[in-house]
């Protein structure tokens, strides 16, 4: 698929670009490229291939699950305006 000069006028348009005369042929060969390159990759077989969700086969350095700080829920809910049974009162919100 190739765009014509008139169709980058009506994406410059669209995109609210302002081109003089001179930029139009650059812009028309620019975006012709890159569909091209779009082409290409669309024409490649992937049957067969799984995606990939990262380029790189790196994991993530997890540190351990450790507690790390003492337990405080009584001193927090002791100056909580409700609480029951361990857990905070809230009005409702949603009837």
Do not use: F
Not at 73 to 81: C, D, G, L, S, V
């Amino acid at each position: 698929m190739a765009l014509e000069r008139c169709d980058v006028e009506k994406i410059a348009h669209l995109a609210r670009l302002g081109l003089n005369e001179g930029e139009l042929p650059r812009y028309t060969d620019a975006l012709n490229s890159i569909l091209g390159l779009v082409d290409q990759m669309q024409a490649v077989d992937t049957n067969g291939i799984e995606p990939l969700a990262h380029p790189l086969e790196a994991s993530q350095r997890l540190r351990p699950d450790q507690v790390s700080e003492s337990n405080q829920r009584e001193a927090y809910q002791a100056i909580a305006p409700a609480t029951e049974n361990g857990l905070y009162l809230v009005p409702k919100v949603i009837e």
